[in-house]
């Protein structure tokens, strides 16, 4: 069974900086990209950042560019989140997402940790 687990949220003054960790584990046929959405109270999830585990190539929500930034490591199955220059807007469950195959023949399939709390205080 795949789980995934964050860690690294907090609390964390306006300008600050947190690094968000997310360790994968549990077998899978492959996995096609790991990445971070995050989701407050009353609005729907909203993409924050993603990685292509093959090649590395890295997306992010627009409004995020330039502040954030995600990287892995393949060996550790492990994903991270570098937030710089927080703001109180940034205030959100963060939410670890792995998309991935669990065999050969199924279609790719959405994995989610339980999330992690960032609070950004002005």
């Known amino acids: 069974q795949v789980q995934l687990v964050e860690s690294g949220g907090g609390l964390v003054q306006a300008g600050g900086s947190l690094r968000l960790s997310c360790a994968a584990s549990?077998?899978?046929?492959?996995?096609?990209?790991m990445g971070w959405f995050r989701q407050t109270p009353g609005k729907e999830r909203e993409f924050v950042a993603s990685?292509?585990?093959?090649?590395?190539?890295?997306n992010y929500a627009d409004s995020l560019k330039g502040r954030f930034t995600i990287s892995r490591d393949n060996a550790k199955n492990t994903v991270y989140l570098q937030m710089n220059s927080l703001k109180p807007e940034d205030t959100a469950v963060y939410y670890c997402?792995?998309?991935?195959?669990?065999?050969?023949?199924?279609?790719?399939?959405?994995?989610w940790g339980k999330g992690t709390q960032v609070t950004v205080s002005s």
């Open positions: 997402h792995k998309l991935a195959r669990s065999a050969w023949h199924t279609g790719p399939q959405d994995y």
């Open positions: 549990g077998r899978t046929f492959s996995t096609l990209n």
């Open positions: 990685i292509n585990w093959s090649s590395g190539t890295t």
